[in-house]
């Protein structure tokens, strides 16, 4: 009697499940003499992976690695199957997004709590809890520690994607704040390009290498942390949530590099002061009332629009795509990063323009150009059998998508969201809207792949109803905002909804209210004036 133990993960498998090269490194036997009927090639129902189109070396590598531990977990006696190893390697992933919807939902918290910058740092625990987890889950021979991994990294990125934006819009001066907002997303794709380079075979997306790359995020925690050391709070934030002027006007002068902050100081004391009369935005009023139930439907409508647009699908599975349309493995993976790189560029190109051309009209064009390209794509990996130069189109219309979704719809609905709203309403603005695209994320990884084995390319098909959706509601009802203030856009939404004609219940004033404020202009009674403005801010 003997049993096979382990073939080392340096095996590669092809679509059939075939063995292509590999090697028996370890096998235990009961008795002195090898057993005539071992050999050395094993029979494929022993094989622990039967491996299908994997995206890439690393995500291989790591399903081995499963593999192989729940094998010895065993004792070496019960083979895993293919199931149970592509459940362990679903929860890996989607646990990631719930981890993100987790740290969206806790934005508003940590920005009221710790403030923007004070949020940043402390968030920096969850992001090393998980480098740790991460990095020592192969020394550890176990995949739940990766597991607890990545819910603590997906709570650090739902967290940034929150606060880094609302932080940047904050201490940004009005004729930069969408170019200072869209560093974000351009320091988000510079991070994806990294990482697309360092999980590459031949530099960290190796067998012993990829548990380091997996920890290096760490290494951004070692620089954050003493960069925000060295960086102010958000002086919106230290006047009108905390009421330190004198603080707020020292952090102006450091992030403006001058002490002639005067005219700033006073829209935020402007602000400061109505924030006085009003009370903290709550869940249901954030809702109901129409001044702040419109932009949030416009807030959410945008993050909606970034991730069913298609990017996610596109960029989690463009090496399958690629190959699909008929190019080879390596090929693919250069095709992939040159992908990466471009959408670095038009990020860039977008954080110049927006200024100039305005955050709608960026929108528009991306939305739209995403909605042509991605009928072109459906036709030409339909026909990508037809002749041999078809699947470079498919490169060509990929990388198309990737420029158009950088160009708007990848930064502005980071940043939109801080300026849709006051400095009261923000945190759970942001918070909904963040928790909403991660929620949007998670159902699109899920959701794209079983699409895709049912309709095959038709499948963009869908992607291009929605982006066609999200083209007219933008051109409908988002406002620009380039240029204007926070009270210049919230007069523009009280404007709106007076307009529309809102019922009573839904915020008109009574009769009562209206007899008290002509009273109040007639008599100058400052009791009812002060009574009739405290109404006025909490419902608007």
Not at 304 to 324: H, R, Y
Not at 443 to 450: N, S, Y
Not at 511 to 525: E, G, H, I, P
Request: proline share 4%.
């Amino acid at each position: 009697m003997a049993r096979v133990c382990i073939w080392r993960k340096k095996k590669r498998f092809n679509l059939n499940g075939d063995v292509e090269n590999g090697t028996v490194v370890e096998t235990e036997y009961f008795e002195e003499e090898r057993p005539e009927n071992i050999t050395d090639d094993p029979p494929t129902d022993r094989i622990l992976v039967l491996a299908k189109a994997l995206e890439s070396i690393l995500i291989q590598l790591i399903q081995e690695w499963i593999n192989y531990t729940d094998y010895t977990r065993s004792n070496y006696t019960v083979v895993p199957t293919e199931a149970t190893i592509t459940w362990i390697w679903s929860v890996a992933v989607s646990v990631y997004c719930i981890g993100g919807m987790i740290g969206g939902s806790l934005t508003g918290f940590f920005a009221e709590k710790f403030g923007r910058r004070g949020g940043l740092m402390v968030n920096n625990i969850f992001a090393l809890i998980g480098a740790i987890l991460e990095g020592f889950s192969y020394s550890a021979e176990s995949y739940e520690m990766l597991i607890a991994g990545r819910v603590f990294i997906g709570i650090n990125c739902g967290l940034n994607a929150g606060l880094a934006p609302m932080y940047l819009s904050e201490i940004s001066p009005v004729n930069l704040r969408g170019a200072v907002g869209t560093m974000y997303q351009l320091i988000l794709t510079i991070s994806i390009l990294i990482s697309q380079i360092l999980g590459m075979e031949n530099i960290m997306g190796t067998e012993t290498l990829w548990p380091y790359l997996l920890a290096f995020t760490a290494v951004a925690v070692l620089y954050q942390v003493p960069a925000l050391m060295f960086c102010p709070e958000s002086p919106k934030y230290i006047l009108i949530t905390k009421g330190r002027e004198r603080e707020a006007e020292r952090a102006l002068n450091w992030l403006r590099g001058t002490t002639k902050v005067e005219e700033e100081m006073e829209e935020m004391r402007a602000e400061s002061a109505k924030q006085k009369l009003t009370t903290v935005v709550s869940l249901k009023e954030m809702l109901t009332n129409p001044c702040l139930k419109s932009p949030l439907i416009i807030a959410v409508m945008m993050q909606l629009a970034q991730q069913f647009s298609g990017i996610n699908a596109v960029m989690f599975f463009s090496t399958s795509i690629f190959e699909d349309s008929g190019l080879n493995t390596l090929t693919s993976q250069y095709a992939t990063l040159g992908m990466g790189v471009m959408n670095v560029l038009m990020t860039f190109v977008s954080l110049v323009l927006v200024e100039k051309a305005g955050r709608k009209t960026l929108q528009l064009v991306g939305l739209a150009g995403m909605f042509v390209v991605v009928i072109l794509l459906t036709v030409f990996l339909a026909i990508k059998d037809l002749a041999p130069w078809i699947p470079y189109i498919s490169i060509v219309l990929i990388i198309a998508f990737v420029v158009a979704f950088a160009t708007g719809p990848g930064s502005i609905p980071w940043f939109l969201v801080s300026e849709l709203f006051n400095q009261s309403a923000r945190p759970l603005a942001s918070s909904i809207a963040v928790t909403v695209n991660w929620t949007a994320n998670f159902f699109v990884g899920i959701g794209f792949l079983p699409l895709a084995q049912l309709l095959g390319p038709y499948v963009f098909v869908i992607f291009a109803v929605i982006l066609a959706f999200f083209v007219w509601f933008t051109w409908k009802h988002v406002p620009e905002t380039k240029n204007k203030t926070i009270e210049e856009i919230s007069t523009m939404f009280r404007r709106s909804s007076d307009d529309l004609g809102v019922s009573e219940e839904a915020g008109t004033f009574s009769k009562r209210q209206k007899k008290d404020t002509a009273l109040a202009f007639l008599t100058s009674d400052p009791a009812v004036l002060i009574s009739f403005s405290r109404t006025f801010s909490q419902r608007c």
